[in-house]
């Protein structure tokens, strides 16, 4: 921010030799008279930088120290307006320029949207384009709160969503429908069954009847604790089941990878195209397309004009940077491969288990050979694997309770 002032008002840069350099910056400092860019050229000589301003009540403080002061050079748009200052026709195509520059930020040419996660950036774009706002869309015009409204008509998924203008530039923030976990009303029988294989460790029961019991092997899927409570003097009663089951679980992971890979060795040679967007027109900054290279990686980088005060102009700069590169093969240590593949298994391991699942103990085992490295993994972990699903029609059979009317079956 400071180099775009100093810009607009102008600088100078200057060198002053007198027999003490720094008793001159501590006199500077004293008359408040600020500097910057301070370099020292020699022992009796050093260079600043200051405002044209400041540089005139140099006089005073020069001659006490007999200093000799001589101007280097000066920068600023002061200065180049110094110069042009005669040829109009320079002058008046400047003013045109700055104008349609003015004038093309005020409309829109870069749309961005933030906040998405399941909804595609191309339905917000596809639903702004349907309420008028798109590319080239007159910036002033835009009623956040009128698109907002039309936009969450059409996006069932959307439940905020706003428009920011800056310069020629739009951002959309959106906030998505937070989806409610699957709910059970009271009333509604349920069961609770297995989402892992294990050995059940321990059961905590909030509702239902257990169908199995603590140390006992379980399989994915299987029903654990019923909502069907029968009763030889009651009947039978339907009640939600609920409970935290937690088990003993094991995994059996294996993970390879060849000791022998290909090496990028960079050659040293770069080659950098740029290419200016103007909304969405392009103009390449070069000549040939092509790119001799027949290996190299490409590194894109994109800038924008902002202006003080944040004001987005309507031109973006592409730098496209080719690296070329010689592919070369290279052998990876077995014991630095081991631990890789140590790594990348956990984080396996890691996704596979329920959320808030502990590993409790790991064992590995390397293998090695023809080139290739072999780590087999397997962990013990505990994990809450009780889910709740509702009940099927066959488990709501009702029976009536036992009554001195009831006829016995012999």
Known sequence: MQGVIHFFTGSV?????????????????EAHIPFWDTVRVDAVTIALTMSPAYAKRLGSITEQSSAEVRQISKRGLPVFFRKVRKRYALL?????????????????????????????????LSALRDVGV?????????????????????????????????????????????????????????TVYATRAGVIDQMIIRN?????????????????????MDSLAAGTRLVRADAQIFARTWYELSMSMPLEYVQKVPTGEIVTKR???????????????????ANYDKIVE????????GLVLPFRVERRVYTEYQPTLARMDETRAALLLQEWLLAHLDALMVPGGVVTSTEFTVEVGDGIVTVHLEAEGREQIAAIRNMRADEMVILPPITEETEEIP
């Open 275 to 293: 290419t200016i967007f103007f909304g969405q027109r392009r103009i390449n900054l070069f000549f040939d397309t092509r790119i001799s290279y």
């Open 13 to 29: 840069r200057l060198e002053i030799t007198c027999a003490e350099p720094e008793q001159m910056l501590n006199r500077l400092a």
């Open 92 to 124: 008046a195509g400047l003013v045109l320029v700055l104008t349609a520059v003015w004038v093309s930020s005020l409309y829109i040419w870069d749309i961005r949207v933030t906040g998405t996660e399941t909804v595609q950036t191309a339905e917000i």
């Open 134 to 190: 798109d590319i080239g869309t007159f910036g002033p015009d835009i009623d956040p709160e009128l698109v907002r409204n039309e936009v969450l008509l059409q996006l069932g998924d959307v439940v905020w969503l706003t428009v920011n203008v800056t310069g020629s530039r739009a951002t959309v923030i959106v906030r998505e429908r937070i989806h409610p976990p699957q709910r059970f009303e009271e009333g509604v029988p349920t």
């Open 302 to 309: 994109l800038s924008d004009f902002v202006l003080p005060g």
């Open 208 to 228: 239902g009847a257990p169908l199995v019991e603590e140390g006992q092997t379980v399989e994915l899927g299987e029903d654990l604790i019923t909502g069907r």
